[in-house]
DNA sequence: AAGAAGCACAACCGCAGGATT
DNA sequence: GAATCCTGCGGTTGTGCTTCT
């Protein structure tokens, strides 16, 4: 592994961090807030990058963080959530008030993938693992969208379908931000096909659910009344 | 008792994207 | 527009503890 550039500069700590310097790091940001993470190593009298420092306050300094094992609550959600969000750690974490990013990656990793899996579900696609090879080995050839296909489809032009309804139109882009303006139902005789005019792939109903996260209103777990299942007509 | 393996958590790294010069 | 800096994100690795053999 390489270091970081601004390590180069001069020589840095690296590795756990000692209790004085969490101290240091508390009493600067407590007293002063962290402004520039940048000065804030120097202006703190420590000897480790901004980043590093950045890190350690979000992770474990902050007053905020909810210390202590996940509730069953916590797992459902962030089970929930990752089916939506996919490896989106920051915005689970933005459900999950005082838990950071990296923790709920970690547990994600090292807890939740073994537990799903061990119910025969896949961890990636969420769904049991016969589903899958049945769906494979069938007539239907849509694209599978997945968390790590994300960030072509953010990039991707609009096109308009033209065979949407309009209601469902109206109905199906008041989930969505107002940028994204071109989503569209597009029903099929043969299967419930969404069709993502954002991008112009061709969603099955349950795969809709790993769409790219600006396409996803954060809050829909909060609603049951927008569940996307209320659109597949 | 000692070493190996597994596990959970902490921290680092590269990269992308926005802001500034 | 190019270069540089800074921040945030997600993937990966390192570390220390626990359990197993």
Not at 103 to 125: A, M, R
Not at 156 to 173: G, K, N
């Amino acid at each position: 592994m390489g270091r970081h550039s601004c390590c180069f500069k001069q020589k840095l700590r690296k590795g756990l961090w000692s209790p004085e310097e969490d101290e240091k790091l508390l009493n600067y940001i407590t007293k002063h807030g962290h402004g520039c993470w940048s000065t804030v190593p120097k202006l703190a009298g420590l000897q480790r990058c901004g980043k590093s420092c950045r890190l350690r306050w979000i992770n474990y300094l902050r007053p905020d963080l909810k210390r202590g094992p996940f509730s069953q609550q916590e797992e459902d959600l962030i089970i929930e959530l990752h089916s939506v969000l996919g490896n989106r750690w920051s915005q689970i974490a933005a459900q999950l008030p005082g838990r950071t990013d990296n923790e709920i990656k970690n547990l994600w990793n090292s807890c939740i993938k073994k537990k799903l899996k061990q119910k025969g579900i896949d961890p990636n696609t969420h769904k049991p693992y016969l589903d899958q090879e049945t769906n494979n080995n069938g007539k239907n050839n849509s694209l599978i969208i997945t968390s790590n296909d994300q960030k072509s489809h953010e990039k991707a032009s609009p096109i308009q379908s033209p065979d949407m309804s309009t209601t469902t139109f109206e109905a199906f882009s008041n989930l969505f931000s107002p940028s994204l303006n071109s989503c569209a139902v597009a029903p099929s005789s043969t299967s419930q096909v969404v069709h993502n005019t954002n991008n112009g792939f061709l969603w099955q109903p349950d795969e809709f659910l790993s769409a790219p996260s600006e396409l996803m209103r954060s809050d829909w777990h909060r609603h049951p009344t927008l569940q996307p299942e209320l659109f597949w007509i």
